[in-house]
């Protein structure tokens, strides 16, 4: 079990938590956990196309008030109580891309991700379940769907040729999960069954 010591009474770490992080984060999505940090769960889409060359979907976004701080990462977002991850996992794609896809469209989990990272100066703890699509979708991109604050802190949503990721990786790109260059190569042919298991902790 994940500790940290000297939570104050209402279950935060004080050190990384500030008192005010409801008002940044929706605590209906967003709960303590026993780090004292604010956790959630949540799915991704890992959506992958070869034609005309290999391509991989992503959003590159940036922290709140920090342009300076940015990384790229597949479109997904928090699982509703009560909701499928895979279910959850569709539902982002279409309201973050507009792309809707079906259950038989994806397959996975292929990765099981727990990470710890900072946004609008709170450390969180995400959960994640990360399915694949392949081949991906062609259809138009719609950002109709994003909220008000993703219109603050998301810059981009397109395709990314892979040689074009390797590179920009090379030249400083954070992408997240870590991996995910080499496991887009990987799953590019198809999924081999395994469910790869990852814990990146910043």
Not at 4 to 11: F, K, Q, V, Y
Not at 19 to 43: C, K, V
Not at 125 to 136: I, K, N, T, V, Y
Request: charged share 30%.
């Amino acid at each position: 079990m994940r500790t940290a010591p000297h939570l104050r009474e209402d279950g935060r770490d004080p050190e990384r938590v500030p008192e005010n992080w409801t008002q940044l984060f929706d605590p209906a999505e967003w709960r303590l956990n026993d780090e004292g940090l604010p956790a959630r769960r949540a799915a991704r889409v890992l959506a992958l196309r070869e034609s005309p060359d290999p391509e991989i979907l992503l959003v590159v976004g940036h922290d709140f008030g920090d342009n300076g701080h940015s990384w790229a990462f597949t479109p997904g977002g928090g699982i509703l109580e009560g909701e499928a991850p895979r279910r959850a996992a569709l539902r982002e794609l279409a309201e973050e891309t507009g792309i809707v896809l079906h259950e038989e469209d994806l397959v996975g989990p292929v990765l099981r991700r727990s990470s710890r990272f900072s946004f609008h100066l709170v450390t969180c703890r995400q959960d994640e379940e990360f399915f694949l699509a392949r081949p991906g979708p062609t259809g138009p991109i719609d950002r109709g769907g994003w909220t008000e604050l993703e219109k603050e802190v998301l810059d981009s949503l397109r395709w990314w040729g892979l040689d074009e990721l390797d590179a920009a990786v090379a030249g400083g790109l954070t992408v997240y999960p870590r991996i995910l260059p080499r496991l887009a190569r990987e799953l590019l042919t198809g999924w081999d069954g395994r469910v790869r298991v990852l814990v990146e902790d910043d």
